[in-house]
């Protein structure tokens, strides 16, 4: 079978094939979330900082001062916000992040927070052999267990880009969970060509997400097109219909995004209103991830 047949004229085993090399199986959506809690919230910070520049080789200034603006002015605005409201969340940390800024990492692990595998440089998976790609998770997992002293249980791709080797990658680094998919709102087995893996899917979407609205490129068509009214807006629905269901809001925000004065207020708010409906459960994404995997007898 070559690779130059066009998808049209694909035997139904080929795309069968693809289809079914990476699946959501069993819904790990519980009756009822830790303590009696109607809804779980999952805040996380994908803590690029300069590797979005650095992944394609750029060396752009400019665009290296806006990842550092995410350790310098994000970080530590995130940290007073989640401080004061005594929320835990996780942490998505490229390895080459975590080496830049080592004390940043001790820091939020230090204070509870959670640091999990974000690749290494920020790379594009979907373009590495396995090996480079293994090896690449590999030295990411051993990267932030020696700057933190503790190891990551779960993985996050680089821009959400899972190749056909990231599922046997996370099996073979023993994870607990992936955060990267998209199948389902809520929690769910990963299924392997048909085998359930035990590890645990805890879903993104690009519309829980601030970059989508707020990015910013001066040489593409890229501009903020988004009022933060708006974004708020739409997290707030997002937030009451998992509310609604019973299910998890998880929410992506990244330091070099949201924190800026005209824009945090988004996620305060967010955290008021949660607060103020009640009966929710604000935890990490390995808090969550294991709590429904012994839920559900896995």
């Given amino acids: 079978m070559t690779n130059d047949i066009p998808p ?15 699946r959501a199986g069993r819904s790990l959506k519980p009756a009822k979330w830790k303590g009696g809690a109607r809804c779980a919230v999952a805040l996380s910070f994908d803590s690029d900082h300069e590797t979005n520049e650095l992944r394609d080789g750029g060396k ?3 665009r290296m001062s806006w990842g550092q603006f995410g350790n310098r002015q994000g970080i530590p605005r995130i940290e007073r916000v989640l401080d004061k409201h005594d929320i835990k969340a996780s942490f998505f940390v490229p390895a080459v992040s975590a080496r830049l800024y080592p004390d940043e990492q001790r820091r939020l692990v230090s204070n509870g927070h959670e640091i999990g595998i974000h690749g290494w440089i920020h790379e594009l998976n979907s373009v590495l052999e396995y090996q480079v790609e293994r090896d690449l998770m590999f030295r990411s997992a051993d990267t932030l267990e020696k700057v933190t002293g503790v190891r990551p249980v779960g993985l996050r791709t680089p821009s959400w880009d899972f190749s056909p080797n990231t599922l046997r990658i996370e099996r073979e680094l023993g994870l607990l969970y992936d955060s990267s998919l998209m199948a389902d709102d809520d929690p769910y087995e990963i299924v392997e060509e048909g085998e359930p893996t035990g590890i645990v899917e805890l879903p993104v979407e690009w519309i829980r997400d601030d970059a989508v609205y707020f990015n910013m490129n001066r040489f593409a068509a890229l501009r903020p097109y988004t009022a933060p009214e708006a974004v708020f807006d739409i997290f707030r629905r997002e937030f009451e219909g998992a509310y609604e269901e019973g299910g998890l809001f998880l929410l992506t925000m990244h330091p070099h995004v949201i924190t800026y004065r005209s824009r945090l207020w988004i996620l305060e708010q967010l955290i008021e ?10 935890a990490t994404h390995a808090e969550i991830a294991a709590y429904v995997k012994e839920d559900a007898g896995l």
């Avoid at 049209?8 to 990476?22: G, H, I, L, N, S």
Wanted: charged share 30%.
């Fill in 60 to 62: 752009s200034i400019g």
């Fill in 8 to 22: 049209y004229e694909w035997p139904e085993e080929r795309w069968r094939a693809t289809v079914d090399k990476v």
């Fill in 273 to 282: 209103l949660m607060k103020a409906k009640g009966n929710v459960w604000f």
